[in-house]
């Protein structure tokens, strides 16, 4: 057993140099999925107060080498002595790669910074303690919330066991979000369907209800030509899991996310006849017979548990219509909501944001921190939270 990690005062260069490991750290954003986004900093003091960077690297994709094991490699035999920087608790196990906390101790590393301890209960603090144990001087918490925002999604599937849900949804000036036909394409313009784009890039999964898909006919995919990224291409390699909730297994076989790459789950709440379900399954769905909540319908909270154990689901995006929308809110769900606002309007019988029962009282409102506002080409970009109180 070592000692407690220290929580240092740390040094303004100390925070200059995790400064830059949350930003190596960044560089994974879209391609790191079901791992969490890692970065790591080595450097050498020697005489030098203002240190000297001698290795460097991040966490790229699941399967490759972790941030430290890069950082390590760049430093081709000068980490002996020097600071390593890391985003999140270097791993103490063998998985697909080796324990990143034996490679930092082997490389005579004498202090590794933390950000912020390792969120899974079955391994957090076991790489401190392996590098503490090794004679390694281990501080925590510097930055630990700007590393905590880069990884909502593993945080939570790790702590809570269900996905960081955050529901995207465009609408007009009125608050519509589809004409009383169904007609919804397009409220808002190029630049913000890009910015949905890379809101996919980062999610392990997009939801949707299969109205909204027989309404729109979406693919739910990537697409490198909108996500305006210099890896583009390698980003679209990995498309996320396409969840579809379709209770009475109606989704046409002809429709478009069937024909896309990657999977596309449906997830439905009855055993249905034998030859429906493999006609969709020969077009390309798999089905999941899910258990229905006491009116009938998928259980919400259960389904989410769900995808986060069977599927790795860290962020979830949510895209659908305002049934499903206002059921998740209700259900207090969502953790948070990216809106796009298109200057123009709809009228009244166009569709509502939101599906959400009818309230009495003001006291009962569902009150929205807003975290962001910002224009997007010639549309608002609002990023919000849902109060907890």
Not at 207 to 236: F, H
């Amino acid at each position: 057993m070592g000692a407690e990690p220290r929580h240092a005062a740390f040094s303004l260069q100390d925070h200059k140099y995790m400064a830059r490991a949350l930003q190596l750290a960044k560089q994974g954003l879209y391609t790191t999925d079901p791992n969490p986004r890692v970065g790591c900093v080595i450097v050498r003091y020697d005489e030098s107060d203002e240190g000297r960077v001698v290795g460097e690297g991040f966490h790229i994709s699941a399967g490759g080498p972790h941030a430290e094991i890069h950082a390590l490699n760049a430093a081709a035999g000068l980490a002996r002595g020097a600071t390593a920087y890391v985003t999140l608790e270097p791993c103490s196990h063998t998985g697909r790669t080796g324990p990143c906390a034996v490679a930092l101790a082997e490389a005579k590393v004498s202090r590794v910074v933390v950000a912020m301890v390792d969120p899974n209960p079955q391994v957090s603090g076991q790489g401190i303690k392996r590098l503490q144990a090794d004679g390694v001087t281990v501080d925590v918490g510097l930055l630990e919330a700007d590393a905590r925002a880069l990884n909502p999604g593993f945080i939570s599937r790790m702590q809570h066991k269900r996905p960081f849900v955050r529901l995207k949804m465009a609408m007009s000036l009125d608050g519509r979000t589809a004409m009383g036909s169904g007609e919804s394409q397009w409220i808002t313009g190029p630049e913000a369907r890009s910015q949905v784009q890379r809101l996919r890039a980062r999610s392990s999964a997009i939801l949707s209800g299969v109205e909204s898909l027989i309404m729109d006919d979406s693919r739910l995919t990537l697409r490198a030509d909108q996500l305006a990224l210099a890896n583009a291409d390698e980003v679209v390699k990995r498309q996320p899991l396409r969840v579809i909730l379709d209770s009475r297994l109606r989704l046409p076989l002809a429709a478009a996310c069937l024909r896309e790459p990657g999977r596309t789950l449906l997830i439905t709440t009855e055993q249905h006849s034998e030859a429906k379900r493999q006609k969709l399954e020969a077009a390309g769905a798999e089905i999941v017979v899910f258990p229905a909540d006491q009116g009938g319908r998928i259980a919400l909270a259960d389904m989410l548990h769900w995808l986060a154990d069977n599927e790795q689901v860290n962020e979830l995006l949510v895209e659908t219509g305002a049934t499903l929308a206002g059921a998740l809110l209700d259900a207090n769900l969502v953790n948070e909501l990216q809106l796009f606002v298109a200057p123009t309007l709809l009228g009244g019988e166009a569709r509502p944001l939101f599906a959400l029962p009818g309230l009495t009282r003001m006291a009962d409102q569902k009150r929205l921190t807003i975290k962001e506002i910002r224009a997007v080409g010639r549309d608002w970009h609002i990023i919000a939270e849902p109060d907890t109180d």
